[in-house]
């Protein structure tokens, strides 16, 4: 079992998010902008365009304004999982010595990457509970929340929790950087492991891996996809628009005023 | 009738007013199966619909943001539940998921019901984008109003009101049904009074030969507005324009952008081209009316079949421009109520006019109170995309709708003694804001903000 999910289940997985994605993607190419649909103020250059896309993505400014309490939790957990996800890949390339080229020692690094990871991993961890905890209570998003909405936040919840009990219990359940790295390239290298590497006999790490796999497989297919939504979403919405120059053909209204237009006669102009 | 199964609707066209509007309603046996195909036509042209479909995270940010959740509480008024009634469709017919999985990813098959649930619930949206403007993706449910109603139109199924002011705009270029004689007449008369009123002697030229501007007024203001036309005729006199009305698209409004984007919209686009080639125009000028403003500013490029030579510009793009550059005298003690503005969102969230209106606005009257929120986050009057229905189930929904809006208004204090006026510069607005702010007791009257204008000018 731990082998399927450890040595097969990755390229089935990385087939269907790739391909699904693709097919997903292409369908939105194929429809097209039809009419012109820009969102007021409209931006005058592309570069205002470029300010609204990072402004939306990276500190979510639409929603700031119009749901105050989703933001608080939306944007936790959004930076804390892009923290976590910069944290693996470096984190895992590096062996947890990022920070030597900050100018720290090797073991000071791999305390100060546990560290951050320890604090992203719960601070993640806390913002999906709160946004769980969001479904179940406040009415209006009950009445939008359906059962797989449910799921999503569940499966989430298990890859983190599980990720955050490998940090914090270590030494029971933990697996170290280099096992993991080496599946890593083992598995880019298309080479199988060992049957006793630690990589596929720590059961929390085989079942996180699993859980990450049933995600990545599920994204093509669900509302993940909003991760390439908003971007489209906004292509369309927020574009450059030109306005027609204003004043009027042959208009003077100096003269106009002069002549004493409208005013009736006898009491007029000058 | 106005109910289906707990939902209201709006009083359906009868199949008659139907073929006048080139329809043959699809008999029920058929009606499940045409509607997949018309969505599946729609779900390949319009992106903005498809991304509507498929990135939303059910966050329920949009809920509060609109002002029919608000007014109603009812959970289908939530905007991406509207979207939803065809999401499930969509999921259930046109993805993989959907097809799977099925109720756990909220997919179901279509059936008469969910077909009525459209027509109430599409008919409840106005098409004001403020979902638009608060979803964390700026996911647009009123594209997917758009494709709901132009699939429902097909069908046969369109609001009476929608289909004979469609009929209307055919037969006479209008939404009242005015020919010209009526629009004539009215105008004569709208100048007499002004000569009494103003002391300002003027003609509103009708199909005037090499005209430089086409002004294309709605038709509501020959009825209902009279000073928002006046107003209108005040500005063109006072700047000494060679300007003109046409009487085969007396109406700045377009129903069809409302439910048929594609005939009707087109028909009275055509028209317009027709006017403005045949009277030698330079520029063409709109009046007051939020939705057509849209479908003129924004659709128009996209609806024509031929090339457009002639630039298009808000009224008050211009009375801006003039303000801006000094050239207009305006006296705005002589609007010395206080004033409040509501954005009518079709200006303040599709065209980008927030600014210019504040600027006419500031330069002729004396009070002016902002209203919070404004501009791009205005709320909607509850009446926008045409939902004035009058039987008595949907008029309830009517003030249930405006509430949001009354609240804001009530907010700035305006109406505190009975003396406010509550600017509307958009017919629908207007229409709609007539009879509301009586039902909810705001001490304001409702104007136009040329209405303003035209007071506001100093002619000696
Ligand atoms: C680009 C800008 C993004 C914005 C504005 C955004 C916004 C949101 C919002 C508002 C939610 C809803 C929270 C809730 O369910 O209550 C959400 C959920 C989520 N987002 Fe994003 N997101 C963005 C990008 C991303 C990216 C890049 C990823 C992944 C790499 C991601 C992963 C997720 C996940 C896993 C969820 C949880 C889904 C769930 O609630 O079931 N998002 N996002
Ligand atoms: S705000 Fe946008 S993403 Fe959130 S529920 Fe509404 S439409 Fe969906
Ligand atoms: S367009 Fe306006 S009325 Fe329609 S769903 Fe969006 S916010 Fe509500
Ligand atoms: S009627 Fe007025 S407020 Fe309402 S949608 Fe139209 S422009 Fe907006």
Redesign the pocket.
Known sequence: MSYFIMQIMPYITLVVFTFGVLFRLGRWAGSRIVHNITLAPFPQRNSQVLGIFAA??IF?RS?FSSDRT?WV??WLM?IA?FSV?GGHIVGIYTLGEEFIYLGLSSDLSKEMSALLGVTFGILMLAALVY?LI?RFTITKVKAVTGPS?YL??IL?LAIVTIGDIMRVFEHQFGIDYAPVKDFVAHLIMLKPLPLDHLALTTPFFVLHIFFVQILLMLFPFS??M??FG?FANRWIINRVYKEPAPGLPNVDIAAARQAGIGVPSGEGGV | MPTYKDMVQPVRATENDMKKIHIDPTPDDQKCDKALQYLDEMRKKFRSFVTAMESC?K?GACAENCHTYLGTKDPNNIPTNRAELIRKIYKRYFTLEGRWFGKLVGAEDISLDVIEQWYSYFYQCSECRRCARSC??GIDTCEVTFVGRQILHWLGIVPKLHASVGAAMEKVGNHTNLPKPGLVDTLEFLADDILEEFGVEMTFPVDKPNSDILYIPSSADFLLNEYTLKGAGLFFSYIGANWTIPSIVAEAGNFGYLFDQRFTQRHNVMRLLDAAQNLGVKKIVWGECGHGWRAAKMYIPTMADRPVPWPITHIHDEVAYYINTNQLKLDPTKNSKPVTLHDPCNYARACDLQENLRTVMKASVVDFREMTPNKDWTFCCGGGSGILFDDPEMYQRRIQLSAKKAELVRATGVGADGNGILCAPCSICKAQLYPMVEEHKLGVEVKGLIDLVGKALVWK
């Open positions: 939306e993505a979510f929603l989703l939790g939306a959004h999982l996800i946004l969001r909405d999503m936040l989430l509302k993940l909003h991760v908003m | 995270v966050c964390p993706f």
